[in-house]
């Protein structure tokens, strides 16, 4: 055969190889190009879904730490203007009722939706042995703050102390009440409606041994 034809196939199918080999790069880049575009699109979501989480957070009246902490010694707090912000509000009680002794929590309760406050919020102070913060607290019964006069109360003797009434709430509050009901549910299960019941250790071991029987048939049946 002559060489000059071999020469050229071999040139030929050289060149082939290459352009091959080139498209094939060109379709791995366009893959990772593509793949980077995802993860890049991906993480701006993700942040997205975050921030406006952060977001409702900060606007859901739970979404503060002092949304939780309802004792028997919290005090309940009505009567003052709630024309003003949240911050503004919370602000105007601490030093209310500053000369009663150290304030632990303020919580303002608010609307959701509009930030509004619904008029009424609870207070802790710090106990110092003998309750004289509680009976300071209580004193301020009908005292004025910004030409409005409270009403001071234990929280206990209210009902927004067991219950926000006619109150919608956001996404995250709904989740707060759901997860609070079957937490309360359990709580009754495991103490026979509120009533504890205190078992023997002999008991106690019978049960776990029962119960660690039963899960050992339920997998062998599995099985």
């Avoid at 002794?101 to 008029?119: A, M, N, P």
Wanted: hydrophobic content about 30%; glycine content about 8%.
């Amino acid at each position: 055969m002559d060489q000059s034809k071999l020469k050229r196939c071999s040139a030929s199918s050289s060149s082939h190889a290459e352009a091959a080999a080139d498209a094939t790069d060109s379709l791995q880049k366009e893959r990772e190009l593509d793949d980077l575009e995802t993860e890049v699109d991906s993480r701006k979501r993700q942040k997205q879904e975050e921030e406006e989480t952060a977001e409702k957070k900060k606007r859901c009246c739970f979404g503060t730490k002092d949304a939780k902490g309802n004792d028997e010694r919290t005090i309940f707090v009505t009567g003052f203007d709630n024309s003003g912000s949240r911050d503004e509000i919370r602000s105007a009680l601490a030093k209310h009722f500053s000369s009663c002794g150290v304030l632990t929590r303020v919580f303002v309760h608010i609307e959701c939706k509009t930030g509004v406050s619904r008029g009424y919020a609870f207070i802790n102070l710090k106990q110092r042995g003998g309750g004289e913060e509680l009976e300071a607290a209580l004193t301020l019964n009908g005292s004025d703050l910004g030409g409005r006069k409270l009403l001071v109360t234990m929280a206990k003797s209210r009902d927004e102390y067991y219950g926000h009434f006619n109150y919608t709430g956001c996404e995250i509050c709904r989740a707060m009440f759901a997860a609070g009901r079957l937490k309360m549910y359990r709580w009754n299960l495991r103490t026979g409606g509120g009533k504890f019941i205190r078992h023997s250790p002999e008991f106690r071991e019978k049960m776990r041994l029962h119960r660690k029987e039963t899960m050992e048939k339920l997998k062998t049946k599995d099985g």
